[in-house]
Structure formats: structure tokens, C-alpha cells
């Protein structure tokens, strides 16, 4: 994992004067879940998006490990960290393989490699690559686009992983075998992961540290779940 460090991050969108987000400081250990929770339209995405540079903070800092985020090279950055949002994001008119094979070609993988680590990735999220491997998007579950959407944010193997209510298109029995994977997954990757959930049981269940948020993304509290449990 690498350490995260949000510095007075701010963000306005263009025609509305009143901040998405406003001066948000926080600092995610290597190696550390951090989950954002809060209620819907708090800024959760939007701050996410900003470490994952899809868009432009109006001000503030972002560092991942020595770097500034905003200075990184495009490429380099998709090295870095790896991005799983919610209904997977998946390219429909790509196969399984090619969604998870994006972001390795990307960054300048040679050819066998990359074909090791679509099958090795299939594996790892509980997927037969040999049935899985030249399906479409469309040809899957809900609960089935999620990991492969996991399985591609973690491809390139990057230090940093950004989730975007990753399983909230699933149903709830899936929901929780997908959380308990992600929680094996950290165990044996020690990968830095923010999480963005609406979903307070959720945060309590994969955090190590929990950012409740109120609106504009300020922090109300940044504890462990016990912390935040016995307050
Ligand atoms: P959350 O992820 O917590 O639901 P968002 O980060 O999506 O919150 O949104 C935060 C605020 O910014 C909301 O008020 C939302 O309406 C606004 N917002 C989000 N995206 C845009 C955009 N592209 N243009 C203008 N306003 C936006
Ligand atoms: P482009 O600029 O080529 O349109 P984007 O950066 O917008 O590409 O991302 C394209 C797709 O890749 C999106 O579906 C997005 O969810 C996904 N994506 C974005 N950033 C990452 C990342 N760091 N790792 C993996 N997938 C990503």
C-alpha cells in the first residue's frame, strides 16, 4: 500500500457556488481501509474521484506516497491505483477478459503476462476463467460483473484501490459473500482502500477506520468501528 494525504481538498462544480466538497484534510495509512460513509450527495464521489484525478480539485492537495496526484503522469497514476465503482463499469462491448486486460496493456504489460493475470485475477474473485473468460458483460449476474469490476481495478496490481459502492447494485446475500472476499483479499494484499458506502453496516464490517461524513464531506468523526461504536 502507499499513504494517501487529502490536504484542504475543495471542489466546486462550475454554476454552483456551494461546495460538493470543502477544505477536507485526512491522512489513509499504507496498507489501511478507510471507509467513507455518509448520506447521499455528501461528496463521497466526488472526493474519491479527485484521488483518482477523474476530475480536478478547485484547491487543496492530494499525495499518494511521495507523489502529487495532480502533477502524476496519466498513465503512471492508473499504475498506482486501481478503481471499482458501483453497477461495475464494465465496457459492455468488451469481453471479460479484455475489461480486465484494460488497465495491464495500459501501463505496458507484454502479452503473456497479461493473459497469465486475467486468468490468475479470474481466480482470485472466484471465477472460472475458462467459462468466464470470453463472456460479455451482458452474459453475466449482477453479483458476477461485480468481480470481475474488482478483478480489473486490481490488475495492474496497484498499491491503492478506490471502491465506489462497489456491491451496491447486488442483492444482499451476494452483498455480504462479496464483502467477505474483499475482506480476505486485504488480508493476503494489504492494498490501501478507501470505500464509499451509503451503508453504515457495511462500513463497520470492512473498515479499519471509518470517515462518517456530513455535508460537503466534513468530518464528523474518523475512528476505528469499536471507537465509533462505543460513541
Ligand atoms: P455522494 O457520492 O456522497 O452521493 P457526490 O460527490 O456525488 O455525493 O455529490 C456531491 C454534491 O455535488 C451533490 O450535491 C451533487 O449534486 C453535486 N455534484 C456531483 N457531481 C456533479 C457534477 N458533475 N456537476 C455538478 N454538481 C455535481
Ligand atoms: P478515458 O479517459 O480513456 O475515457 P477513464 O479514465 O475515464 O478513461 O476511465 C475509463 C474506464 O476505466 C472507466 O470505466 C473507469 O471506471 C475505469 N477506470 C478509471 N480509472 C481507473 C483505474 N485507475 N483503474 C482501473 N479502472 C479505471
Known amino acids: ?56 480539485p478547485s484547491s487543496g492537495r492530494i499525495r499518494i506516497g511521495d507523489e502529487d496526484v495532480t502533477a502524476i503522469d496519466p498513465v503512471k497514476l492508473r499504475r498506482k491505483v486501481g478503481y471499482a465503482i458501483q453497477s461495475s463499469g464494465l465496457f459492455p462491448h468488451m469481453t471479460v477478459a479484455e475489461n480486465i486486460a484494460l488497465v495491464p496493456k495500459m501501463v505496458g504489460w507484454g502479452r503473456t503476462r497479461v493473459r497469465d493475470r486475467v486468468e490468475e485475477m479470474l481466480d482470485l474473485v472466484g471465477l472460472d476463467p475458462r467459462e468466464f473468460h470470453g463472456r460479455y458483460p451482458r452474459q453475466l449476474s449482477g453479483g458476477q460483473q461485480q468481480r470481475v469490476g474488482v478483478a480489473r481495478a486490481l490488475a495492474a496490481d496497484p498499491p491503492v484501490l478506490l471502491m465506489d459502492e462497489p456491491f451496491g447494485a447486488v442483492d444482499p446475500i451476494t452483498r455480504d459473500h462479496l464483502q467477505d472476499e474483499l475482506i480476505r483479499l486485504q488480508r493476503d494484499l494489504h492494498k490501501t482502500i478507501v470505500f464509499v458506502t451509503h451503508d453504515f453496516d457495511e462500513a463497520i464490517k470492512l473498515g479499519d477506520r471509518i470517515a462518517v461524513l456530513r455535508e460537503r464531506s466534513h468530518i464528523a468523526q474518523f475512528d476505528t468501528p469499536e471507537a465509533i461504536l462505543t460513541n
Do not use: D, F, H, Q
Open 1 to 56: 500500500g502507499a499513504t494517501i494525504v487529502l490536504e484542504n481538498l475543495t471542489k466546486r462544480y462550475p454554476g454552483n457556488p456551494r461546495p460538493a466538497v470543502e477544505s477536507v484534510s485526512m491522512e489513509i495509512k499504507a496498507g489501511e481501509t478507510v471507509i467513507l460513509v455518509g448520506p447521499s450527495g455528501c461528496g463521497k464521489s466526488t472526493t474519491l474521484k479527485m484521488i483518482n484525478r477523474l476530475i480536478e
